[in-house]
């Protein structure tokens, strides 16, 4: 079956430094979706990727998605206090519903 | 335009109880998600409705659990009975396309 590994678990911080999460599957995706999860909050959709080879900015932050598909990133340039929370990628299975990988949590000293 | 809502945001009980959460997705999202997110761990989809149908209810961890979904609006996950291992926090999800929209979460506790 599809295996979709998200590293790393956790990552700290100093604040202005960058921050990057990767998700790694061992088939090609169709596409790959990153949500944002707030200390204490719910799943918040960033961005959805479908090309390959995509590249998505918003703001600081910097979406990638693999030539083959199979892999994406999210990269945060000068961290923030603002960007502290568990990052999310989620890909599709079947149908329309989605699963989720393990997180990446960010922590980010002030 | 409303979000999603559940309720209720919290919940403790205590094992062997019934607990029954619900979900109002955002109005005329045909798509509604149950997913449960146990402490430090991933996001874990438990089922999927397309209006009123279970599309996929793979993710269910056992016969405890039952949803539902009667007229395509709101949707009932209960846990009947509860036990220790079904406590984490429950998000419910709707969408109309591939976006997911999810609700604030319930928190269960089963004591």
């Known amino acids: 079956g599809q295996q979709v590994m998200q590293i790393p678990q956790y990552q700290h911080v100093q604040e202005g430094e960058d921050f990057t999460t990767y998700c790694n599957s061992s088939t090609t995706l169709s596409n790959i979706q990153w949500y944002k999860q707030r200390p204490g909050g719910h799943p918040v959709f960033l961005i959805q990727?479908?090309?390959?080879?995509e590249v998505k900015k918003q703001k600081r932050l910097t979406f990638q998605f693999g030539e083959a598909k199979k892999n994406s990133s999210l990269h945060i340039t000068a961290t923030q206090t603002t960007d502290v929370g568990t990052y999310f990628c989620?890909?599709?299975?079947?149908?329309?519903?989605?699963?989720f990988g393990t997180g990446t949590s960010l922590t980010v000293i002030p | 335009e409303a979000g999603v809502t559940q309720f209720p945001s919290h919940s403790v009980i205590e094992k062997g109880q019934t607990v029954t959460l619900r979900c109002d997705p955002i109005s005329g999202h045909d798509n509604l998600y149950w997913y449960r997110r146990v402490m430090g761990k991933e996001i874990k989809f438990l089922l999927h409705?397309?209006?009123?149908?279970?599309?996929?209810e793979s993710g269910m961890p056992n016969n405890r659990f039952l949803a539902e979904r009667t007229g395509g609006t709101y949707s009932t996950l209960k846990v009947q009975p509860a036990e220790l291992e079904d406590s984490g926090v429950y998000f419910c999800?709707?969408?109309?396309?591939?976006?997911?929209?999810f609700g604030p979460g319930t928190r269960l506790l089963v004591l």
């Open positions: 990727l479908v090309k390959s080879g």
């Open positions: 989620a890909w599709p299975n079947t149908g329309n519903q989605f699963y």
């Open positions: 409705f397309v209006k009123e149908s279970k599309q996929d």
């Open positions: 999800a709707s969408s109309q396309g591939l976006t997911q929209y």
